[in-house]
Structure formats: structure tokens, C-alpha cells
């Protein structure tokens, strides 16, 4: 039986080779089919081998945000396929997932209207990983394979939770919630959510008590976090794919990453993650223009500094200013939400810009462009695309924010420490932008 999670898109093969996840969910699901063991035949298995691992396929690496995690999948092929909790169109709610969809109408969160399907595959398109403590039972057979796939599941907690520490986790019942807060399964974490299972079965739905599942503020604790991106959590709303990134996208950069020096770097440890972005230009608007960028992301240890020329446009049109800028901050949104996500501290992004035209365009008039019924052609869309698209899937992780800076100002000789640690890493990635300029080629 060959390993079902070679056919996994997203970025999940490498997360599970390295950490050698694949092996492991191989060898489990050997173990449950063997006459030896487990002895369940694959057509007595919920749900279908090629749904064990849907979850994954239909919520990409990259875009994981919120980790739902369940008791068991349902024990009829019917109704289980692969994500937590939900069940495929055309099948009526199990009973824990209408008292699931009935406190989220509760609560305000959906209307009543909404709650007829209990298809949550939306909701993986939107970052939400919907695992079960066990990713298979048999028919008829509640928990038949939660100890089988024990091992398996820590063992990805662990390694997703050390990979991305800034995820929302939600433990529903007592298997996710013992799984959960097992001493070194999730490492790190933006928020560890918990609550009650939602079958009728739980003794606590049976009362009026305040642990009575309609009570549960697990989802909407959530969407708090998650701020200017919330789950939309009506079944079938927000269904779009995750945004994707053209190949080639991000460009190659000389990255430079080193312990802060209070002494020799003027700036302070700060409490959030604070990105200064810039771009230099020599000749600008002319077809030798010749142009820099330079982005200083600065957390509560570490300085980076990312850096590199800007090649010509993709129709070979020179170089600009407000393409340096760009890619400034594509370099910012890269590191901070791919390359060096794992080296900064979780929490907010704070973008510290002299470019009204790059944030402007990529934080309101991109996502209107894109909405046009007709998009017309513009100035750097390339970039603007790319970094809309990086900026988006950031904040499905983190609270993003942009601050202007007016570029060369004068240093403050009274004010605050802020005032301060602003002017001191504006002026240092205005120097990193300057030396990022190629030197002029020499006539032949």
C-alpha cells in the first residue's frame, strides 16, 4: 500500500518527510488493516482510504491558521470524509454537528438559514486544519482506532506546532483536549481554545448549565484573534481558494540575520515584530534608471536585514522607485510570513513605510482591482499582485498594520524612545536601500 500523502498538494510533504510523518501514518494505517491487529478491512474503514487525509489536501500548508481538532470521524461512510465534524453535501447534520451549527446561530455567527448543510469545507479553505484525534474508525465502531493513531497525531501537533508557533488551536472533547495539552505536544501557539464535545451523548448538553455546548465562545474567541480576517463560518461562505502566488513570484534576496546590539544598533527590543521597508532609485523614470530595496525587520532579539537589486520589468521596462518600494516590502511580507516565520516572535507586524503608493496600492486599491469585472492593465501589477497576495495570507496569521514615516527627517533631539527607535530604523534601511543600487555599467 503505497503512502497516501504523496498525493498531498500544499506543502504538507515536506513537513511530513522531514519530520518522517508519512512513515508513520503508512505504518498506522498498516497496523489497523493487518489480520495481526486491527484487523479491519479497508471496506469496513470511515471514512474511504482516499478520504483519510482530506483535511490536508483541502487546506494547503501555507495557508493554516486554525487547528480544529474533534474526537473521532463519523462511523458511517455516509457521512464521514475526511474533515472533522463535517459530513458531503446532500447529508443531513449528525447530531453533535447541529448542536455545533445551532450554537454558532446562538451566537449570532451564522443565521438560521445557514445551518441546513453541514458540508465545513469552507471553512478549510479559509485555514482551518479539521483533524479528529483518529483519522479513521470502523463502521459502526466509535473510537476503534484512536489508539492506533495516537502516536501519529502528537507527533504532527508537535512538529506543526514547532513549524508555525502562532497558530489557534480548538480542543473539542476530552480525547483532544488529553491530546492537546499533553505536556511538549503543542509548543507554541497564539491561543489554546477548548470546550466540551457537542455529541448529546456529553452529560454537559443534557443540562442548562454554562458548559452546555450553546455556550461555546470557542468560535468566536477565534475570530477575535484573527481580527481583520475572521473565519466566516456559515457552510459554503468564504469558500475561495486560498490566494496563490505566480512562480517566481519572490524574488532572491541577500538576507543578513544577527542578535541585536543595543550599543552598535540605536534600537530598542521591542514589544512587537517591526518591519522598515524602503527602495532607492538613481535616474528614476529614465531607461538607465538603476534601482535598490531594502527591508530591516527588527523583533524583541534579532535585526534582519534583506536586500537586493531591482531587475527590469516583465515586459524588460527599467527600473523605478515604486518598483524598489515593492520590493521592499515584498521582502518584509516573505520573511515575516515564510522565510523567517519560525525565527520571529508571534504577535503583530508592524510595517514602518515612506511610500504612500506601495501601501496604498497593496492594502486598499489592490483588492479592488482584483473585484473589477474587466481588470485593466496598471503600472507594476506583477509586484502589486504578489505582495496583495503575501500580505493576505499574513494576516490570516497575524495582525498586520502599516505606519508612514516621512523620509530624511531631521533626528529628534527631544521626544520619545518610539520617536527615537522609528527615526533610527528608517534611516537605517534608507542606507540599506542606497548600497542595494547597482553601480552604473561602463560603456564597452
Not at 492506533?148 to 502528537?154: D, G, N
Request: hydrophobic share 40%; glycine share 8%.
Amino acid at each position: 500500500m503505497a503512502s497516501k500523502f504523496l498525493s498531498v498538494e500544499g506543502g504538507w510533504n515536506e513537513v511530513f518527510d522531514s519530520h518522517r510523518l508519512g512513515e508513520l501514518a503508512e505504518s498506522t494505517l498498516r497496523r489497523i488493516m493487518s489480520p495481526d491487529e486491527g484487523a479491519c478491512p479497508a471496506a469496513e474503514l470511515c471514512p474511504v482510504i482516499e478520504q483519510i487525509y482530506s483535511a490536508f489536501a483541502l487546506c494547503p500548508y501555507d495557508t493554516v491558521r486554525v487547528v480544529l481538532l474533534g474526537q473521532d470521524p463519523y462511523m458511517s461512510r455516509d457521512q464521514a470524509h475526511g474533515l472533522a465534524f463535517s459530513v458531503p453535501d446532500g447529508i443531513p447534520p449528525p447530531a453533535s454537528l447541529r448542536n455545533m451549527l445551532a450554537a454558532l446561530v446562538g451566537q449570532g455567527l451564522i443565521g438560521k438559514d445557514q445551518a441546513a448543510s453541514g458540508n465545513l469545507t469552507s471553512w478549510a479553505r479559509q485555514g482551518m486544519l479539521l483533524i479528529n484525534s483518529a483519522l479513521t474508525t470502523r463502521v459502526v465502531r466509535a473510537g476503534a482506532h484512536r489508539e492506533y493513531w495516537r502516536p501519529f497525531i502528537e507527533s504532527f501537533l508537535r512538529a506543526l506546532s514547532e513549524r508555525k508557533p502562532q497558530l489557534i488551536y480548538i480542543l473539542l472533547g476530552n480525547s483532544a483536549r488529553d491530546l492537546g495539552k499533553k505536556p511538549g505536544v503543542i509548543r507554541s501557539s497564539r491561543a489554546v481554545l477548548e470546550w466540551g464535545h457537542p455529541s448529546p451523548l456529553n452529560a454537559d448538553n443534557r443540562t442548562d448549565g454554562p458548559r452546555n455546548f450553546k455556550n461555546c465562545d470557542c468560535f468566536r474567541r477565534a475570530n477575535a484573534l484573527l481580527g481583520a480576517a475572521p473565519i466566516a463560518w456559515a457552510p459554503g461562505a468564504g469558500a475561495k481558494p486560498a490566494p496563490q502566488l505566480a512562480a517566481g513570484a519572490i524574488p532572491e534576496a541577500h538576507i543578513e540575520s544577527r542578535a541585536i546590539d543595543p550599543a552598535a544598533d540605536n534600537l530598542m527590543s521591542p514589544d512587537f515584530v517591526y518591519a522598515f521597508v524602503d527602495g532607492a532609485a538613481s535616474g528614476n523614470g529614465t531607461a538607465e534608471c538603476r534601482a535598490g530595496y531594502g527591508a530591516v525587520i527588527v523583533d524583541s532579539g534579532i535585526i534582519v536585514h534583506i536586500s537586493g537589486p531591482v531587475p527590469p520589468g516583465p515586459r524588460g521596462e527599467a527600473p523605478t522607485n515604486n518598483r524598489a518600494e515593492l520590493m521592499a516590502l515584498i521582502a518584509a511580507l516573505d520573511y515575516a510570513g515564510n522565510r523567517g516565520s519560525a525565527e520571529l516572535q508571534s504577535g503583530p507586524l508592524r510595517i514602518v513605510h515612506d511610500s504612500m503608493y506601495a501601501a496604498k496600492t497593496v492594502e486598499e486599491w489592490a483588492p479592488r482591482w482584483r473585484a473589477e469585472p474587466q481588470p485593466q492593465m496598471r503600472a507594476n501589477m506583477d509586484l502589486i499582485d504578489t505582495a496583495s497576495v503575501l500580505l493576505e495570507r499574513l494576516r490570516w496569521a497575524r495582525d498586520v498594520q502599516f505606519i508612514h514615516v516621512h523620509s530624511h527627517k531631521k533626528e529628534p533631539v527631544h521626544g520619545d524612545d518610539f520617536e527615537r527607535f522609528l527615526w533610527e530604523g528608517n534611516r537605517a534601511v534608507d542606507h540599506l536601500a542606497v548600497i542595494s543600487v547597482p553601480a552604473p555599467t561602463r560603456p564597452m
